[in-house]
């Protein structure tokens, strides 16, 4: 058992948690964060994206004890109450989601990816976004309208020039 | 993942001597190899010795003609780098094709030459280019260094510091990624040096990352893509698996040479 003292979504959290427990599984069992999902054990389906200091990462291949000090966001933490993230809200203006278990891992990787762009000053064009998406696997909509959302997202975003992440 | 114990040193000297006092120690860079292993049962370290809290692991710098990549240094700080972009923009255009984003947020470049994945993108800059891989006890050449799949000259405890790539004059990463894992089912580094044509590939050989020395004789005397095309590329010693067979590898070594030397300009 190691003691760690974590950021997440916005809230000081600190536990004792065994040094082989996964972030995946500190949010889910411990926080019962049960947004992020977990869809293989092969580090490769992107199901279980969340923002570690603002980067996504798979948090089913970190370990909680090796984030001492993180700030973490997860799917729960980026609406701003009542208000979807425009991220959020594209996916579900175009409709880009069918049963939903890939949604926060895209979400999430949609947002950083908004983000990075932005920061570079680069655009972030369909073509990109297939290339960007190439850590998150979903079974159920061939990818175009979760393109279309995150398009329709970074035209938003940076129309707005709101702040791409609401908890961060 | 069966139990283990994580620790955090400070210094390059706590993480030797952590390995050395542990019954079965393990070094955790990024985890992108490491973590995935462990979860399906393939490793369990009684240790973990996380490197990235030291001082000085990770960063990019430039030193004259070499630039210097510190080991704790992610796939995408170096894809990211205006120094790595002005210097050798194939490697960085090399870490900007590793995995995914999310991947290239926590792997490391001393990880992934550490690992030596035969179907690893880094290992082959590091051989074409000629880089030296620095440990805390010494220098490696790059021609030294792999020992054939996932075989290191590493010795017991030891432990990559940073790795200093040469600048080439011009150099250029070709790479057909296996559709499914984003690895190398093929890839090849093609860099015009001091030393003259140097050619790795990584992907093909059931002896990992190798310098193919067909394709650099014939570029020595013509660099350019034409000159690909008359060399014996063979198929021996190359792997034969469910995603490709010994001889479409070869085949995919002629074009990804081709592709690269194309992109040299
Ligand atoms: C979905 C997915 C896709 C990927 N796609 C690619 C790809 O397309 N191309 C590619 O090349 N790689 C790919 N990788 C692997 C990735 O690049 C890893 O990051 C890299 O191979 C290992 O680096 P790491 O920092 O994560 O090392 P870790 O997993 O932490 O460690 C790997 C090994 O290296 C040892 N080690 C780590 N650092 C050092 C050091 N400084 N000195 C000595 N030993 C050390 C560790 O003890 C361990 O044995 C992929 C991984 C995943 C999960
Ligand atoms: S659950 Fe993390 S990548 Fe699949
Ligand atoms: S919506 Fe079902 S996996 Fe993507």
Redesign the interface.
Known sequence: M?NVNLTVNGKPVRRDV???T?LSDFLREDLRLTGTHVGC????C?AC?VH?NG????S????A??LDGAEVTTIEGVAQGRELHPMQAAFNDHHALQCGFCTPGMIM?GI??VN?YRA?GKDLDAETIRH?L???ICRCTGYHNIVRAIEDAAARIQGADAPAHAAE | MYPTKYHKPASLEDAVAGLRSAEDGALLAGGQTLLPTMKQHLAAPTDLIDIRGIDGMSGIRVEGDVLVIGAATTHAEVAGSSDVQAAIPALAQLASGIGDAAVRHMGTIGGSVANNDPVADYPSAVLALGATIVTDRREIAAEDYFQGMFMTALEEAEIIRELRFPKPRRAAYAKFPNPASRYALVGVFVADTAAGACVAVTGASESGVFRHEGLEAALSGDFSADAVDGVEISSEGFMSDIHADADYRANLVRVMARRAVAALG
């Open positions: 190691t065994p040094d082989t996964l054990d092969t580090s490769q992107g994206v570690v980067k996504a990462v798979k089913c291949t970190a370990l004890v090796s990787s950083d990816m990075r570079a960007e190439e850590g998150n």
